[in-house]
């Protein structure tokens, strides 16, 4: 294949469904969900603006089994209770143009949104900034079958496929993270115990959604931290799923534990981790995806064409420019123009990215940048709000 035409090649992944093209929109927490874990008008509207832009597949990222341990008032939350046809209209707007609509099964663990959950991980911790109990055994063994019932759900809502997250320091990341497990029973330990409860999630939903439904995963590279997962256990963690029956493994790193900085606000000119990708090629036959830090097509075809992935994870030039794949297609804009924020703090950035979410999904968006602080007093003020519609529709 030419460079300037793989991004335009079909892939067939091992389960027999075919993705258009190479070019993913990967799970983002666009934290529009109307506080009851339902979806809204607008992210409808989003995730319609993505698939007419000329997305392969676009992925829902932290959509809830249950209320207890959301990452956010605005994720969805997908059980036996919920308004399945609220759900449909979702699949139906984000799959139009032959786009594969995921959603991306969460459980943020120990970093559960405090004022709407009871953040429980691996190990019980008491940190600046970070305090859970341990799961019980019994509640380890709960996982799997919740992200299951939410997997058949999602198939019968007229989703194309699940992604299981095991990065970003949410739940399955950390029971991977030394930082995070403590364990000393058959979850902790050795790389190989760590990794035990992804493995029976992928078992337990493969049996759940059949042979010929697109099941993958989200693994971190590394967590860039100090004590936390590294290259060479991940590479272990890759291998595993080699053998195991997902039909793609979307990496990419970093953990949002208090102070540490966002691998997605980093100032490097990315892509962020695709010399692990390449050491990733060498243990696995498996479909490749890597998301962080794409900033322009020559990125992207490079890292295609070189053979180290197979998909391309764009994220924030997406928030930028929905329509994106549809102009490199036409061979215009070859990047987007990413806006630069001065000392910004702590969350910030994604605060800015979220709200501009927003305005794609009401159509109001524009190529004004708009002030830092007024964003993030607008994504408190909304994540305080539904906090409030969370804690009566749940707790009533």
Request: charged fraction near 20%; glycine fraction near 10%.
């Amino acid at each position: 294949m030419q460079q300037n035409e793989v991004l335009f090649q079909a892939l067939e992944l091992p389960c027999g469904v075919v993705l258009k093209n190479r070019i993913a929109k990967p799970a983002m927490s666009d934290s529009l969900g109307d506080g009851t874990g339902h979806p809204t008008t607008e992210q409808n509207r989003l995730y319609q603006r993505w698939a007419e832009g000329g997305l392969a597949v676009s992925i829902i990222g932290e959509v809830q089994a249950t209320s207890h341990f959301a990452e956010k008032p605005g994720n969805l939350v997908l059980n036996a209770v919920s308004d399945l046809n609220k759900f449909r209209d979702l699949a139906v707007h984000g799959s139009q143009n032959s786009t594969q609509l995921w959603l991306q099964l969460g459980h943020a663990g120990a970093l559960a949104y405090a004022p709407i959950s009871n953040p429980k991980g691996p190990s019980a911790l008491d940190l600046p900034g970070l305090r859970c109990e341990a799961l019980t055994q019994d509640e380890i063994h709960q996982v799997p079958a919740e992200f299951a019932k939410t997997a058949i759900l999602a198939k019968r809502a007229g989703f194309g496929g699940v992604q299981i997250h095991a990065a970003h320091g949410f739940l399955l990341s950390q029971f991977l993270s030394p930082l995070f497990n403590k364990r000393r029973d058959g979850y902790g330990g050795s790389i190989a115990n760590r990794m035990k409860i992804l493995l029976e999630s992928i078992e337990a939903t493969r049996a759940a959604v059949g042979p010929h439904f697109p099941i993958a995963v989200k693994l971190n590279s590394s967590d860039q931290l100090e004590g936390g997962l590294g290259e060479d256990d991940a590479l272990q963690v890759v291998a595993a799923l080699d053998t195991s029956s997902v039909d793609l493994i979307d990496i990419s790193g970093g953990t949002y534990f208090p102070g540490a900085k966002s691998a997605s606000d980093s100032a490097g000119r990315g892509p962020y981790f695709i010399a692990f990708a390449k050491r990733a090629r060498t243990v696995t036959s498996k479909p490749l995806m890597l998301t962080g830090g794409f900033k322009t097509r020559s990125q992207a075809e490079v890292a295609v064409t070189s053979g180290a992935v197979d998909i391309v994870g764009l994220a924030r030039a997406l928030v930028l420019e929905p329509t994106l794949p549809n102009l490199w297609m036409e061979d215009q804009t070859p990047e987007p123009a990413f806006p630069r924020f001065s000392d910004a703090p702590e969350g910030g950035i994604t605060a800015w990215y979220t709200m501009r979410l927003t305005e794609i999904g009401a159509d109001k968006e524009t190529d004004v940048v708009g002030d830092l602080g007024q964003a993030i007093e607008n994504y408190q003020t909304r994540d305080d709000i539904r906090t409030e519609i969370w804690l009566r529709h749940f707790e009533s």
